[in-house]
């Protein structure tokens, strides 16, 4: 048995979607054929992101596209919105894929020195960039969103209140 991601959402018919298995080599596949719904902006998003590393990005394209499309997010034991702490700052972590999370996931235990564990679901939620954002920007903490963060083109946006308003965090 190895661990595997669950979606917290129900299909239309209260059945649980298919959960996604992560094997040794850290690879992920579905547990049923087409596990992974309809792209909902990811594939935009992508595209995105590559055209800012490739030099051609919009700062307002960006943010557009990021807010349209819908990204894996992790979630705590409690089923609550997951928040990582660095230099001070909260950040959400969204992922334009499956395979994504899992790369942060194996990443994320690899430095805290453990393992993922056979059994254990990692638990995520789907949610518009727009949701996110606007999370992030209600919240009292400092807090941004990373996009891919352990990915060959990780995308942070950082908390808008300490670019603006050039809040100092500890850190």
């Known amino acids: 048995m190895r661990p595997h991601f669950t979606d917290t959402q129900r299909s239309g018919d209260g059945a649980p979607r298919p959960a996604l298995r992560l094997p040794a080599a ?3 596949r579905s547990a049923k054929p087409g596990g992974e719904r309809a792209d909902s902006g990811r594939s935009a998003l992508r595209a995105e992101i590559t055209a800012f590393y490739d030099g051609f990005g919009q700062p307002e394209a960006l943010r557009a596209t990021v807010r349209a499309a819908a ?6 034991g409690g089923d609550r919105l997951a928040t990582f702490r660095f230099r001070g700052i909260d950040w959400v972590c969204g992922f334009t894929s499956l395979e ?23 638990r995520y939620h789907t949610l518009y960039g727009w949701r996110l954002l606007d999370y992030a920007e209600s919240r009292d903490e400092l807090t941004g969103l990373t996009v891919d963060i352990s990915g060959t083109a990780p995308m942070a946006f950082p908390p808008e209140q300490a670019i603006v308003e050039g809040k100092k ?3």
């Open 71 to 76: 990204l894996y997010v992790p979630l705590t």
């Open 26 to 28: 850290g690879r992920v």
């Open 169 to 171: 965090h500890d850190g």
């Open 100 to 122: 994504e999370y899992a790369r942060f996931m194996v990443a994320r235990a690899q430095r805290s020195g453990t393992e993922i564990r056979p059994g254990v679901e990692y």
